[in-house]
């Protein structure tokens, strides 16, 4: 059985929930810097930790209370990889989300990616998970990094790396500014 931990950074009217990978913690620095630029904006920012990471099934058990009883004018979703399978969860209750190497190759992730929900959808063309060709079918925002993995990172090449993590980051950022 999973075991989550939230940390709560308080902040303002606008609420985010971030959730981790199976092995892509949020202080990974995909998910730690999008978390500094919602704290630097306001936001107050729930982090979810896995003791034990969840399977599939625990975690769409763990939907309501990662995606439920937020009380705030604007609740964002943000996800990595595992995560991202709570897609059709948030898509459902019309939250918007950052969607960071989403599982586009399962059907209803894919399905929820071309929802009417605001999304962002990140992802590296080497990395085996991820369809651009769907991604930029759903009609969503897309960020695709040429040669990144399913870490956003460029194999061998750390100023590529830092270059997809500001990308990653300037991207999150153009997404925020157009939330209401």
Do not use: I, N
């Amino acid at each position: 059985m999973a075991h989550v931990v939230v940390d709560v950074h308080e902040g303002g009217e606008r609420t985010a929930t971030v959730l981790p990978g199976r092995g892509y913690t949020c202080d990974g620095p995909l998910l730690h810097h999008l978390r500094l630029l919602l704290r630097q904006r306001g936001w107050t920012v729930r982090t979810v930790r896995w003791t034990t990471p969840p399977t599939p099934q625990e975690l769409l058990g763990l939907a309501p209370d990662l995606l439920d009883g937020v009380r705030a004018r604007t609740h964002l979703v943000v996800a990595k990889s595992l995560s991202t399978r709570l897609l059709p969860a948030a898509v459902e209750r019309g939250l918007p989300g950052v969607w960071l190497t989403p599982l586009l190759r399962e059907p209803g992730v894919r399905g929820a990616a071309r929802s009417a929900a605001p999304a962002l959808l990140v992802g590296g063309s080497a990395d085996p998970h991820w369809d651009g060709d769907a991604a930029r079918r759903s009609g969503r925002r897309v960020l695709e990094v040429e040669g990144a993995d399913h870490s956003v990172e460029v194999p061998g090449d750390a100023a590529a790396t830092a270059r997809a993590l500001r990308a990653v980051v300037a991207a999150a950022a153009g997404f925020l500014d157009d939330l209401p």
